[in-house]
């Protein structure tokens, strides 16, 4: 199955459903830290719903920035998209090794840590970018961003990641957000409560190969779900250049710039979200030093 996003309405427009196969996504990226089976679950969950939240962005000009920061090996997890979503990511110790869970499965909440934060930047043509922020509650990521919901924009909501990783690498991923519409009531709320529950995880319905419309009909119960936008389709790509690159390095100031020209006489940097490596000359920095000047 290709990866796709595809937005519902279900129980007559009251209650709203995203659902996302994320799978090719998380290969990339897992292919292109080289994350260990923990780290690409964890990072896989987090891209996963940043690319469900970038498609609620209004404007192609929308950015959003997550960074989940724990007490667990992982440390730190960053991730951005725009309303594309166009979506690229990284976690500060990508080899993390830790033993399964008392369930047999991937320890993500032990490998995020369940004391922290999720910090949530939208950056959505406002004067002031929208900053968001909330506790981690058990490190599991999909728990925590239902927190996050629930505490910082208000909005009740059910989350569901999951990535199933194999010895050739990432087999399923995906996950669904749900929102009831202000004019949901009880009775609503409570049939996907209970659809949630027997539908079991996203995962294993991803491994079951059913489609997301399936899967909206499952964590709904309801047969009539309505497909309200379908051609999306995530992808992992960094827009990293030579010339962002170059910005960074006229922020670092003056006299740290002017160490390095005369300390090492050259610069490499590395782009966190995709590890492409920028050399930069000594007439390069003193270029963009002289450029500082004319400033």
């Not at 369940?114 to 910090?119: K, S």
């Not at 079991?200 to 709904?220: R, Y």
């Not at 992808?235 to 390095?249: G, P, R």
């Amino acid at each position: 199955m290709p990866d796709k996003i595809i937005k519902f309405l279900a129980h007559d427009k009251k209650i709203a459903v995203i659902c996302a196969n994320t799978t090719k996504l998380v290969e990339k990226a897992r292919k292109t830290h080289d994350l260990s089976p923990v780290a690409t679950a964890a990072l896989g969950r987090m891209l996963t719903i940043t690319a469900i939240m970038g498609t609620e962005l209004k404007s192609t000009k929308d950015k959003l920035t997550v960074q989940i920061k724990g007490s667990g090996p992982l440390e730190m997890m960053v991730a951005t998209t725009n309303n594309f979503p166009k979506v690229k990511g990284y976690v500060v110790n990508p080899n993390v090794d830790i033993p399964l869970n008392e369930f047999g499965k991937l320890d993500v909440g032990g490998a995020v840590g369940q004391e922290g934060y999720i910090n949530v930047i939208k950056d959505i043509g406002l004067k002031d970018p929208y900053i968001g922020i909330a506790p981690l509650t058990s490190g599991e990521i999909a728990d925590d961003f239902a927190n996050y919901f629930v505490n910082s924009e208000q909005r009740n909501s059910a989350v569901a990641l999951g990535v199933l990783v194999d010895k050739n690498g990432v087999k399923e991923a995906g996950g669904y957000l749900i929102n009831p519409m202000p004019d949901a009531e009880e009775e609503e709320i409570s049939k996907v409560e209970q659809a949630i529950f027997k539908a079991g995880a996203m995962s294993k319905m991803l491994d079951k190969n059913l489609s997301l419309q399936e899967i909206a009909i499952k964590i709904t119960g309801d047969e009539k779900v309505e497909v309200i936008e379908e051609n999306i389709t995530p992808i992992y790509e960094c827009d990293c250049s030579k010339e962002h690159m170059q910005e960074a390095l006229t922020t670092i100031g003056k006299e740290e710039l002017q160490n390095i020209i005369e300390t090492d006489e050259q610069a490499e940097i590395v782009c966190h979200f995709c590890n492409e490596k920028y050399q930069f000359s000594k007439t390069d920095l003193e270029e963009i030093l002289k450029n500082i000047d004319k400033e």
